[in-house]
């Protein structure tokens, strides 16, 4: 029983901290899967939205936490102890869907890719010149 407490908990954080830092680990050109020029990376839209995250995760993961504790503390089934990382992962998506739409608008509200000139590379050496297959893996092994 201890050891279902421990290791929910221990979980629940782990997933609670990548939320928390998943907007430091993207790239800043990128935010919240909103590809913006490298000029709006620190617009005040994503700054804010960044922070509005934060808090939304952090509060989600408080909540998400208690009412699974709660639970376990007026069932005492350790089975509905992982609940609680299910519900923070969910949350975690629905924090990250409302900052991305929220990036999205203010985009396309401030025309922020007018005037600027977009490329696409691409490498296409795996179709020009495609990798042998290594025939000799196809051998049995000796002893």
């Not at 954080?13 to 709006?40: D, H, K, M, Q, Y």
């Not at 350790?78 to 975690?92: D, E, H, K, R, Y």
Request: proline share 7%; charged share 15%.
């Amino acid at each position: 029983m201890t050891v279902a407490i421990v290791l929910s908990s221990a979980l629940a954080a782990l997933v609670l901290a990548i939320a928390l830092v998943l907007p430091a680990i993207n790239s800043p050109t990128v935010p919240f899967g909103v590809r913006v020029p490298a000029r709006r990376a620190e617009d005040p839209t994503v700054v804010r939205q960044t922070r509005i995250y934060r808090w939304r995760v952090l509060l989600s993961g408080i909540v998400a936490i208690g009412v699974c504790l709660a639970i376990y503390g007026v069932t005492g089934e350790t089975l509905l102890l992982p609940l609680s990382v299910l519900v923070l992962v969910g949350a975690w998506y629905g924090c990250f869907f409302l900052a991305n739409r929220e990036i999205r608008a203010a985009k396309a509200a401030g025309g922020w890719y007018e005037g600027a000139h977009q490329v696409i590379a691409v490498d296409t050496e795996l179709r020009t010149d495609p990798p042998r297959f290594p025939w000799l893996w196809l051998a049995p092994g000796g002893r």
